[in-house]
């Protein structure tokens, strides 16, 4: 079983529209979540992280966490085309001192 | 406020050969990391410097891979002799302290072993 499963994608949702990213991880230890988008041969840069259940919101992105579940989303409200990249997520088990867990990503794009 | 920056760009070796990566991290980031995404597959830590002493080098693939961070300024990554399954992207990060900051990572060093 992989740390971190990511729907590889590609998702395609039109301008303006809410774009859903999920994320299932299975270290039940697992402490902080990050999210990352990377634009094609770009480094990838941290856009939201959470550490806490619920929601926490950032402009127009909501990240969402259920520790029960080991599940945590990243919602993008009214996507635009620069929004068009992969979105990693990441996971800090907390015993690690900071080592990252990733997925494979999710391919978006945002068509106008 | 400079990011990490990491160099060269590209690399294109032949099987056997010695290849170097350096990486400059965010001024006053102790903590360094190496990473390394391989194709089709998810990015994974390499490991991990608190200055110049390495902290976790669990997830380095074998010995032909030596890291170093002498003074706890940049640090390199040497691949020798590297071989085909070396080629990927690898990425430098850092941070201010471990587990409360997030990483800034850099624009990666993408090597190919031919």
């Known amino acids: 079983q992989k740390e971190v499963e990511q729907n590889s994608g590609p998702l395609s949702v039109p301008e303006g529209a809410i774009a859903s990213l999920n994320c299932t991880y299975s270290d039940q230890g697992s402490q902080s979540f990050f999210w990352y988008r990377q634009y094609s041969g770009k480094s990838p840069e941290l856009i939201m992280f959470i550490y806490s259940n619920g929601d926490k919101e950032d402009g127009r992105f909501t990240a969402q966490l259920n520790k029960a579940s080991q599940y945590v989303s990243l919602l993008i409200r009214d996507s635009q085309p620069s929004d068009s990249a992969t979105y990693l997520c990441?996971?800090?088990?907390?015993?690690?001192?900071?080592?990252?867990?990733f997925g494979r990503g999710t391919q978006l794009t945002v068509w106008p | 406020e400079a990011g990490v920056t990491q160099f060269p760009s590209h690399s294109v070796i032949e099987k056997g050969q010695t290849v170097t990566l350096r990486c400059d991290p965010i001024?006053?980031?102790?903590?360094l990391y190496w990473y390394r995404r391989v194709m089709g597959k998810e990015i994974k830590f390499l490991l991990h410097?608190?200055?110049?002493?390495?902290?976790?080098e669990s997830g380095m693939p074998n010995n032909r891979f030596l890291a170093e961070r002498t003074g706890g300024t940049y640090s390199t990554l040497k691949v020798q002799p590297a071989e085909l399954e070396d080629s990927g992207v690898y990425f430098c990060a850092s941070s201010q302290s471990p587990g409360n900051s997030p990483l800034h990572f850099g624009n990666g060093t993408r090597l190919t072993v031919t």
């Open positions: 990441a996971v800090d088990r907390g015993s690690t001192l900071g080592r990252l867990y």
């Open positions: 410097f608190v200055k110049e002493s390495k902290q976790d």
């Open positions: 001024s006053g980031h102790d903590n």
